[in-house]
């Protein structure tokens, strides 16, 4: 049997066993500790996530390029109406434009061959008709060509003759046109003036395609001679007008401005 001797030298063990664990237990923190006082953590790195945005092969929306907005130099937009006109080389947003509702004109003014005033040599105008109740493109047409030509070549606002008056009109061609996808009609006129080489004037008709529907009328003011837009103009402007956000409505019945028999 073991005596008491042998029962100290066992807890002497134990004993000397706990003091080596309790030294290697301060070595390793003393190891650790850093020159700066503070203690470094030794821990596995977590993963930051790359992103938090969803991820997906569906392009982000973008501003369709169908419909023009304001800066875009190639449309001039006429939101009452519901309509863009295309802005053509050789014509300019308005500006410093006492009428109302034009909508692009020719860049740079002249003096006028007659009363003292400033003139220019092509005008868009576009405005809702609202001075009656007839839905008619073709009534209406008619009925604004000879307002048309004498807004434009008669008298102005001020009642001043910058051409010297009309001294006479000749039809050039009329009929029914698409515009905008909608069925419009148009009257077309050479005036000839007191003073100056005269102009073109041009009535075109047609409903609009957003709220109810209320006529539009487009009217065209070209002087002629040399210093004049293209007559050709008038048609090009005519075929590009579209519904706002819809850059390719067009054609449909009455597609040519020809003249009608």
Known sequence: AAGPGAGRAKVVALVAAAAVLVAAIVTGAVVLNRGDGTTEAKTTPTPTPASTEPTSDTPSPSASTSEPS????????DELN????PLLDGWVRPENVVENDVVMTTPGTYTCPGDDGICRHGKVISRTVTSNDEKSPEALAKGDISDAADAAYDRDLIDRRPYNGIESHQLVKQGPIAVAGRTGYFV???VKTGAGPGGYVQSLAFPSSVGSEAPVMVRFVFDAGEDGP???DMDRITKGIRPVGDADTGGGVGN???PTQ
């Open 70 to 77: 304001a800066d875009d130099p190639s449309v001039v937009v």
């Open 82 to 85: 519901g309509i863009t006109l």
């Open 188 to 190: 077309r006129w050479r």
């Open 230 to 232: 293209p007559l050709a």
């Open 256 to 258: 040519s401005v020809g």
